[in-house]
């Protein structure tokens, strides 16, 4: 089956630790994205990836970190940096970069910190 | 500012009813919208994309409207069904990145 995923789906830091989120997509798609989303609030855009060895910043990426070694792999690092790092992670990848496609989502990581 | 709203933040609607989500933006020129159904926990799914030059498109009970004058786009279910009930997010493509809307959470009441 084609798709993200996403691991783990629950996750628990202890202030002052980084943690590294996984994202996986086996759909042979260009862009990549990592969005937050808190409650009451939409997805928010922390980077994105056009192509391999190279990403951009996005409108929250203070106290993130990314790479993009690997097509088909886009991990986000959380790092101590983050105020307020509680959320629920939402990954996603299209086509191509630029638009005219849509997006397909992962199931989601739930980062807690404890 | 640059905003995205959705009418509400949630819509009670009686089964078998036509439901209306509306996204409006501000100080944004998209060349396409799309709407994404989120349930509870999981990550959105895709439903719907119209471009600029659309009026309107449908897809079986759903149907978007995108009107870049009054830079809003409306979204219908008709014959809702219990089944519908979720979070309705919009998202204007803005070249290179999406930019989603709050989300208007739907509840179609049997």
């Known amino acids: 089956d084609g798709g993200i995923t996403q691991s783990p789906k629950y996750l628990f830091r202890k202030e002052g630790q980084n943690v590294t989120l996984s994202c996986e997509q086996n759909?042979?798609?260009?862009?990549m994205y990592w969005y937050r989303q808190d409650p009451g609030q939409g997805l928010r855009l922390i980077y994105y990836?056009?192509?391999?060895?190279?990403?951009q910043k996005g409108d929250i990426a203070e106290g993130y970190s990314v790479s993009r070694e690997k097509k088909e792999s886009f991990p986000l690092t959380v790092t101590s940096a983050q105020k307020n790092p509680t959320a629920f992670y939402l990954c996603a990848s299209s086509i191509i970069a630029g638009g005219r496609d849509t997006q397909y989502f992962g199931p989601g990581t739930r980062l807690t910190v404890l | 500012s640059q905003k995205i709203e959705q009418n509400s933040e949630a819509l009670n609607i009686q089964e078998g009813k036509t439901a209306t989500l509306t996204c409006n933006y501000t100080n944004y020129s998209p060349a396409y919208l799309q709407w994404y159904r989120q349930d509870p926990g999981r990550g959105p799914v895709f439903l719907l994309l119209i471009r600029e030059n659309e009026k309107e498109k449908r897809k079986e009970r759903l149907k978007v409207t995108f009107d870049t004058t009054l830079k809003q786009s409306l979204f219908h279910i008709t014959a809702s069904q219990p089944a519908d009930s979720a979070t309705y997010l919009c998202a204007l493509d803005l070249t290179y990145k999406y930019i989603f809307g709050t989300g208007t959470r739907l509840k179609v009441l049997a």
């Open positions: 990836s056009q192509i391999v060895n190279d990403f």
């Open positions: 759909l042979n798609h260009d862009a």
